[in-house]
């Protein structure tokens, strides 16, 4: 019988929805209507390809060649800095790049392997084999899929910028620093920057000169073609555009280019039957990846783990490196999109990419602010560029795996100490500085030591917390701004506190008053707390002012709140706040004097605002009611 009841009321539920939608006057599209509209959303590429134009192909065949020669080497080196084959990263290069296409909303955003995730990926699995960073992949993806569905991606609103400052810092100096012994030709194992910093010191004497020699030169030549695309031939010379071009090309490709030369190197070595004399990556399979399902078990040495025990070993991994990956997406998509961002949409994009790229033997991938901007200057016109720098990448797969066996090691090294430098942000600290955000600083280098000392995965959670610690610090301990004003029928004064009232911030702002009234205790001032600037308030910080009213009542002093917000005064009527206490501006000098208030209103004022900082300010004349005067 319940359960024919509650079918009854679903069913009149439906049927009175039905009439509401088909009611007389009301329009309602047709279901392909509808259906076209939720293919344009989740499938973008149903709705730019319809009117893609041939300029839009020229410019993104022109910016899928150009950013292929930098995820081709870069995704290399970023495998081999997770402690993988060069394979896996091409693999991931590929299916983000494709993937991206269909469902991607940003034409500049770039789903490859970057050297946040490598360093993550290499922080949750250094101690297991290829299966766990595959199923990790998957895993990422998954928790990505929900993110966007559920809507979640509004935790990562709770990373302020310089939590994020402090953690890009940080992972860039690790990502640095692990590459030294690349760079050296040395080999040893380590765990984390000190560790690293240390063996290297140990093993100093096993430095390799011909590693040391390359490492470096490439490292430079690096850097000094990363600066030739800011050189500019003066117009004044024949054939300055094609120079300019070259320059360009070259700048954009230096990465490609480097791992070429050297790799060229190394088979002239070979072909002469000489050893070379640096190290280069060892020998791989090559050909397209084939589909196969993420591992659900695995065995390491006589070890077998199931699919539990995988995901346990794995740790937060699965949820860390997500936010990570979501983050530095919607932070790529605010930089470079003036308008509206569909950050569901791109969750979602994100999260295939992982999905189908497990499937593929790929390793977690995110877009990066590098790559970002070179395929921005590159003209990328619409996200089909990824299909370009896909399909290069695939056809590197299949014909250049052979040979990858000729890259150097100290090559690579270089090559991921030179894009990873420039992510150390410097430039957040002048501003901080000059602005006095001694609070933001100080969450900037304790996210950053924190990830140095504790790891990247617990120094974000520990900055995070700092993060939301000094925000709430700031709610709990408001500006609050006095204004002393006196007229010919006394005087009183005015508090405006510069935020909500929420219980952090309330007893504070309550001591506050409670002090400045006992200042002028004696003459009992009237105290008027403004609140036209307080947008919300809780239910504590309603009894705690319930409190104070009785306190000024009991003391015979005045103590009124100033254009209250209906929902503010709704909240404090509900804790016992009599509407006696609510006042407006207009009927200030009426509530305080009467029927002389009204004849004094026009009468000469002398107004001192005083604020925590100290400055004070006289004014005459209605300088109460007057904002910009008072701020």
């Given amino acids: 019988m319940v359960l024919q009841a509650a079918m009854r009321r679903t069913w009149s539920q439906i049927h009175k929805g039905f009439r509401y939608l088909m009611r007389p006057g009301k329009k309602t599209q047709p279901w392909s209507v509808k259906l076209k ?70 034409k500049q955003v770039v789903i ?39 809507n979640l991606g509004f935790l990562v609103s709770f990373i302020s910028a310089p939590v994020v400052s402090g953690f890009t810092t940080a992972t860039s100096l690790i990502v640095a620093i692990s590459q030294f012994k690349g760079l050296f030709g040395m080999n040893f194992k380590s765990v984390g920057m000190f560790d690293t910093l240390l ?13 040391t020699i390359l490492g470096v030169t490439c490292f430079v030549a690096l850097l000094l073609m990363r600066k030739l695309k800011e050189v500019q031939i003066s117009s004044d010379f024949k054939g300055h555009k094609v120079i300019n071009n070259i320059f360009w090309f070259t700048s954009t490709g230096r990465n490609a280019i480097a791992v070429l030369i050297t790799s060229f190197i190394a088979l002239w070595y070979s072909n002469n039957g000489m050893k070379p004399p640096f190290i280069t990556t060892k020998p791989i399979e090559s050909g397209i990846p084939s589909i196969m399902i993420p591992p659900t078990s695995t065995q390491i040495g006589n070890q077998t783990y199931d699919l539990v025990e995988m995901v346990s070993e794995l740790g937060t991994g699965y949820i ?106 410097w430039e957040i600290f002048e501003p901080l500085w000059k602005a006095g955000a001694k609070l933001e600083l100080a969450t900037v280098v304790a996210t950053g030591f924190a990830c140095l000392f504790i790891g990247v995965e617990l120094g974000l959670l520990f900055g995070v917390i700092v993060g939301l610690v000094t925000l709430i610090f700031k709610w709990a301990r408001p500006k609050i701004d006095v204004l002393r004003t006196k007229t010919s029928m006394g005087e009183y004064i005015i508090i405006r506190p510069d935020l909500g009232i ?86 200030l000098t009426e509530n305080l004097y009467g029927d002389a208030g009204i004849e004094d209103e026009n009468a000469t004022r002398m107004v001192e605002v005083v604020s925590q900082s100290g400055e004070t300010e006289v004014m005459k004349n209605g300088g109460e009611t007057n904002d910009h005067q008072m701020k």
């Avoid at 590197?396 to 890259?407: D, E, G, N, T």
């Fill in 502 to 587: 929420f219980f952090p911030s309330v007893d504070y702002i309550s001591t506050y008053i409670v002090k400045l009234a006992d200042e002028d205790r004696e003459e009992k001032k009237p105290i008027l707390i403004d609140c036209r600037d307080i947008r919300d308030t809780d239910y504590t910080a309603a009894k705690s002012f319930m409190a104070l009213t009785t306190m000024f009542e009991k003391r015979g002093q005045k103590l009124a709140f100033l254009d209250v917000r209906p929902q503010c005064q709704k909240m404090w009527k509900s804790a016992g706040i009599k509407n006696e206490s609510f006042w407006l501006s207009e009927n």
């Fill in 112 to 150: 490859v392997p970057s050297s946040l995730m490598a360093l993550l990926t290499l922080q949750y699995t250094s101690h297991l084999n290829v299966d766990f960073v595959i199923l990790l992949c998957f895993l990422v993806g998954v928790v990505e899929l929900l993110m966007g569905i559920f």
């Fill in 199 to 211: 063996k290297i010191y140990d093993n100093i004497s096993t430095i390799r000169t011909g590693d």
């Fill in 37 to 106: 509209k939720y293919l344009n959303r989740r499938i973008p590429i149903t709705e730019w390809m319809t009117h893609y134009t041939r300029d839009d192909a020229v410019g993104d065949l022109i910016a899928g060649i150009t950013i292929a020669l930098t995820i081709i080497p870069q995704s290399i080196a970023y495998a081999a800095l997770a402690g993988l084959d060069p394979q896996y990263g091409l693999n991931s290069a590929f299916m983000g790049s494709f993937i991206y296409v269909f469902f991607g909303t940003i």
């Fill in 320 to 425: 860390i490196i997500p936010i990570v990956a979501i983050l530095a997406n919607i932070a790529i998509a605010k930089a470079f999109v003036n308008g509206t961002i569909d950050a569901t949409q791109e969750m979602i994009a994100l999260s295939l990419c992982n999905l189908v790229g497990s499937f593929f033997q790929s390793i977690p991938s995110c877009g990066a602010f590098s790559r970002s901007a070179v395929i921005n200057a590159s003209g990328v016109r619409t996200p089909l560029a990824g299909l370009y720098s896909a399909g290069l990448t695939l056809l590197a797969l299949q014909f250049l795996s052979p040979y990858f066996y000729l890259i150097p090691r100290s090559t690579l090294s270089a090559v991921l100490i030179s894009a990873v430098i420039f992510l150390v942000d």
